[in-house]
């Protein structure tokens, strides 16, 4: 019977033993890139801390409005900058509409109605915001939604298609000769 010899196992030298070492025991402090709260004091409601973004959708008949309030760095981290006013069709989304594409939706019909507000953290770059129904009456940067190609290709044959049956009479075309007494 042959023995059969087994690979020997490499060593592994003393630098990687302690790059390993400092891998598993992480950094000591981690910066955050968003502020604290502090006393009890959210954050968001202070106003050196945040940036107001207005979103104006005109996918549908009416405009619709979403006021979003976000820190400052995550204003900077979608590309916007102060004064901005940014329009985007909805097939062709650019940096900052395609972050806030999670919240195009968020909203029912009786919330807008009753002008509700939220506040939910999304994911990627914007991280924790508050989003209202009702339009800011000052804000940093607007973003409008427009309809995409095919969108408004469809709205186009709808009103050709309503128009063309409201133009044409249901009965037919005859005359009449009407005597007034």
């Given at each position: 019977m042959t023995k059969v010899s087994r690979k020997k196992r490499k060593t592994k030298s003393s630098a990687w033993k302690k790059l390993i070492s400092q891998h598993k025991k992480g950094p000591k402090r981690i910066k955050l890139?968003?502020?604290?709260?502090?006393?009890?004091?959210?954050?968001?409601?202070?106003?050196?801390?945040?940036?107001?973004?207005?979103?104006?959708?005109?996918?549908?008949?009416?405009?619709?409005?979403?006021?979003?309030?976000?820190?400052?760095?995550?204003?900077?981290?979608?590309?916007?900058?102060?004064?901005?006013?940014?329009?985007?069709?909805?097939?062709?989304?650019?940096?900052?509409?395609?972050?806030?594409?999670?919240?195009?939706?968020?909203?029912?019909?009786?919330?807008?109605?009753?002008?509700?507000?939220?506040?939910?953290?999304?994911?990627?770059?914007?991280?924790?915001?508050?989003?209202?129904?009702?339009?800011?009456?000052?804000c940093d940067a607007t973003i409008t939604i427009l309809p995409s190609k095919e969108e408004l290709m469809k709205r186009e044959a709808t009103n050709n298609y309503i128009s063309k049956i409201f133009n044409r009479s249901l009965c037919g075309k005859h005359v009449v000769d009407v005597e007034y007494i």
């Amino acid at each position: 019977m042959t023995k059969v010899s087994r690979k020997k196992r490499k060593t592994k030298s003393s630098a990687w033993k302690k790059l390993i070492s400092q891998h598993k025991k992480g950094p000591k402090r981690i910066k955050l890139q968003n502020p604290r709260f502090k006393q009890g004091v959210d954050p968001l409601n202070i106003l050196e801390n945040v940036k107001r973004v207005q979103i104006i959708l005109k996918t549908e008949c009416n405009p619709k409005y979403i006021s979003v309030v976000m820190f400052n760095q995550s204003f900077s981290n979608i590309g916007l900058h102060s004064g901005d006013n940014i329009s985007m069709p909805m097939d062709k989304l650019r940096r900052a509409g395609h972050a806030f594409r999670n919240i195009f939706d968020i909203f029912g019909h009786n919330e807008r109605i009753l002008g509700a507000e939220k506040e939910k953290k999304l994911g990627g770059l914007i991280g924790r915001c508050i989003m209202f129904t009702e339009k800011f009456k000052i804000c940093d940067a607007t973003i409008t939604i427009l309809p995409s190609k095919e969108e408004l290709m469809k709205r186009e044959a709808t009103n050709n298609y309503i128009s063309k049956i409201f133009n044409r009479s249901l009965c037919g075309k005859h005359v009449v000769d009407v005597e007034y007494i």
